[in-house]
């Protein structure tokens, strides 16, 4: 998928909605970028494509938080950033979180071994004032969009 632009944060959300509307139980999303470069805004748009309405805020200290739909779905978001490793991700039971409902991951890199492969890759780059670069890509693909995964 060629690279995309965002230019605020409720485009941000925007795009999160379109992948939202196509996630289901087992799905895992691995999202990468730097500090502030619009993962967790991104994921409120993934809840409310997904049809969740609950508030969608970063999980960095409570390091899972869960988004309910009305039918009694649940959709995970995991922030990896404060694990030390992939030993301690394995005491979150993932492969119970992914039987249950879509798994959302930020920092994925730092707990790589104990997740599964992506269903879907993000990564954000921050372009300086609101604007975002994205790129998209499922399994089996590396993300290429015609340039190189590193940042500008």
């Not at 739909?69 to 030993?87: E, K, N, Q, V, W």
Request: hydrophobic share 35%; net charge negative; with cysteine.
């Amino acid at each position: 998928m060629p690279a995309l632009t965002t230019n605020s944060p409720s485009e941000t959300r925007a795009l999160g909605v379109e992948l939202g509307k196509t996630l289901s139980t087992g799905d895992l999303v691995c999202l990468e970028g730097d500090l502030g470069a619009g993962k967790t805004t991104f994921v409120q748009g993934l809840a409310r494509g997904w049809g969740s309405t609950d508030r969608v805020t970063s999980p960095t200290f409570v390091l899972v938080n869960e988004y309910r739909r009305t039918d009694g779905a649940r959709m995970y978001h995991l922030d990896a950033y404060r694990l030390s490793g992939p030993a301690e991700a394995e005491d979150l039971d993932i492969d119970t979180l992914l039987a249950t409902g879509p798994l959302v991951v930020e920092w994925p890199d730092r707990i790589r071994t104990a997740l599964p492969d992506p269903s879907v890759t993000v990564r954000f780059t921050d372009l300086g004032g609101d604007q975002r670069k994205i790129v998209v890509w499922s399994d089996g693909s590396d993300g290429s969009d015609g340039s190189d995964r590193s940042d500008p």
